[in-house]
């Protein structure tokens, strides 16, 4: 048997170490045209904003009782229902979304347009299922949800673009919510790399029409002034 091998039979067993199966609520959110943004803006403002954005939106889930998994570049994943049930956490997990385009929206109108010539925008996918949690231990610990579901909610945000609507709820989150929140148009779809298609709930608006990249008409420290 060779080192090698040796040493990812260890790996293994730390990945796989207290993995245990849950059912949680599932968001993937991701903002768009990030690209765009740090080719056509100085890129230290457009990091500095979306950090803003996005510890704005971690006070949110930990306050809807989620936890946020991951941040990277301009993606972020939460998932809820560690301290509820399932149904509470799928409400939790919506109410989240709800929240972070909210957020969102009284951005826009203080710098998105003002400043940037159009707004900022955001694309979430909203999935429950059951996952393994675990403990990955490579430089340090750090939580890990895997899973099927994990997948289906990531493709359902990236779905959101070719449907052309910010928000898509899987059926699965949908039946746990709440009646006020029911009567979203329904639709089967088909997810890259998911064999079976899935029924979704188009919970959300259209994209606004982004060509308006026209640099920066203002200092850093308005930029950064997002959380008050």
Not at 10 to 30: H, M, P, Q, V, Y
């Amino acid at each position: 048997m060779t080192n090698e091998y040796l040493a990812l039979s260890n790996c293994s067993a730390d990945i796989t170490k207290g993995d245990e199966e849950r059912e949680l609520a599932i968001l993937f959110l991701d903002i768009r045209n990030f690209t765009g943004l740090m080719e056509s803006q100085p890129q230290q403002a457009v990091i500095q904003v979306i950090r803003r954005l996005f510890m704005t939106f971690n006070d949110i889930i930990r306050n809807l009782h989620g936890k946020a998994v991951e941040t990277a570049g301009d993606t972020l994943y939460a998932v809820f229902g560690f301290q509820t049930n399932l149904k509470e956490a799928a409400n939790n997990a919506y109410q989240a979304a709800k929240s972070m385009f909210q957020t969102l929206g009284l951005f826009n109108d203080a710098y998105g347009q003002p400043y940037f010539g159009g707004p900022l925008e955001i694309g979430v996918g909203l999935h429950t299922g059951k996952v393994f949690v675990g403990e990955f231990r490579l430089n340090a610990p750090a939580l890990t949800v895997m899973g099927l579901p994990v997948n289906i909610a990531a493709r359902l945000q990236a779905k959101t673009k070719e449907l052309n609507n910010n928000l898509l709820i899987s059926e699965d989150a949908y039946r746990f919510l709440e009646a006020e929140e029911m009567g979203f148009a329904s639709k089967t779809i088909h997810l890259q790399g998911i064999s079976i298609d899935q029924p979704v709930r188009l919970a959300g608006k259209p994209y606004t029409n982004i060509g308006y990249l026209n640099g920066l008409r203002q200092e850093l420290d308005y930029l950064l002034a997002i959380s008050g």
